[in-house]
């Protein structure tokens, strides 16, 4: 229970590192203003979602697990 628990928080709060940065270059990269805009508006949630806990995006569904424990028999 408490790995699935951490492993969904972490999903929905953070950004790794790699992700992060191929978002930073693209909006360095970027010339269209809108798309520019757009990009500097998940970097911003991205640090906001991880300074205050809260989910990257609002609309993340739920997790359901399906767990079997013993041993099964067909």
């Known amino acids: 229970q408490q790995a699935v628990?951490?492993?969904?928080?972490?999903?929905n709060l953070y950004l790794s590192k790699d992700v992060y940065s191929v978002f930073y270059d693209a909006?360095?990269?970027?010339?269209?203003?809108r798309?520019?805009?757009?990009l500097s508006q998940i970097?911003?949630?991205?640090?906001l979602?991880?300074?205050f806990k809260r989910p990257l995006?609002?609309?993340?569904?739920?997790v359901?697990?399906?767990l079997?424990?013993?041993k099964m028999l067909f």
Not at 5 to 11: D, F, K, P, Q, T
Not at 27 to 33: A, D, G, P, R, S
Not at 35 to 38: E, H, I, M, S
């Open 43 to 47: 970097l911003i949630n991205a640090k």
């Open 68 to 70: 079997v424990i013993g």
């Open 49 to 51: 979602a991880a300074e």
């Open 64 to 66: 359901v697990v399906f």
């Open 57 to 62: 995006c609002q609309d993340t569904g739920i």
């Open 27 to 33: 909006y360095i990269k970027e010339t269209n203003l």
């Open 5 to 11: 628990e951490s492993l969904c928080l972490r999903a």
């Open 35 to 38: 798309a520019k805009n757009v």
